[in-house]
């Protein structure tokens, strides 16, 4: 159980396009996704927290009209990087909490990697 | 703010042996939650283990136990028996979410730890 995807899994596109992630609790329902992105060798850095039926919250520094999510239902959140550029290559990965007793755990998706030409 | 600091960017172990990685952290928090990631090849993120900074009992999972000191800010990972299958990135990650088991909060992550299982 709590089975996280994403889809694409892997995607390249031209500079000057945009690009939807689509991130999908399979077997849970989920309030809050979060999206992370992850850079070669690097660790995971936070980008936003997404409510289902409320405005995302974006991390410092990150660009809200850049990166527009969308929390539409409790089991789809999507990430859209809007007229990427090469320096937004990178992986991209989203978790979904689920509460299993007493505790919410993060279920991580297997990640989307961006290729911007 | 939290912080994550992993200052062993890669570790090597023979397998079946023991080896720890290391994890510092800072935090203004009284009460929050750390963790272990896994990532293997496969890029999949796998929690190993959760510690509850409120309790003092360090937390263990099979093989998997941690040494959680927090007057010093230390939670080190400890994976006895090691295997073949344990290779990959670790990650100690922490979370500010209080209440229902660092879940619901976003992680912070540290830089990660490459493990290496030697045969």
């Known amino acids: 159980g709590a089975v996280v995807s994403q889809h694409p899994s892997r995607v390249i596109c031209k500079s000057g396009t945009s690009v939807k992630i689509e991130c999908r609790s399979l077997d849970f329902q989920a309030t809050t996704m979060f999206w992370y992105r992850q850079f070669p060798k690097q660790s995971l850095m936070l980008m936003a927290t997404s409510n289902e039926g409320s405005k995302a919250t974006y991390e410092q520094g990150v660009e809200k009209d850049k990166f527009l999510i969308n929390h539409a239902s409790l089991t789809l959140s999507t990430l859209t990087v809007t007229s990427a550029h090469p320096e937004d290559s990178s992986f991209y990965i989203c978790?979904?909490?689920?509460?299993?007793?007493?505790?919410?755990?993060?279920?991580f998706g297997p990640g989307t990697r961006l290729t911007v030409l | 703010a939290q912080t994550v600091t992993q200052s062993q960017p890669e570790m090597s172990v023979q397998e079946a042996e023991t080896v720890t990685l290391s994890c510092t952290y800072d935090t203004s928090e009284s009460d929050y939650y750390l963790f272990w990631y896994k990532q293997p090849p496969s890029r999949q993120m796998i929690l190993v283990i959760r510690q509850e900074a409120y309790k003092q009992q360090n937390a263990t999972e099979n093989r998997f136990s941690v040494n959680f000191q927090k007057a010093a800010k230390s939670f080190s990972l400890k994976i006895s028996d090691s295997q073949l299958g344990d290779a990959a990135m670790y990650f100690c990650?922490?979370?500010?979410?209080?209440?229902?088991?660092?879940?619901?909060?976003?992680?912070?992550f540290g830089k990660g730890t490459h493990l290496i299982i030697q045969p």
């Open positions: 990650a922490s979370s500010q979410d209080r209440y229902s088991g660092g879940g619901a909060d976003g992680l912070t």
């Open positions: 978790s979904a909490a689920y509460r299993r007793g007493p505790v919410d755990t993060q279920y």
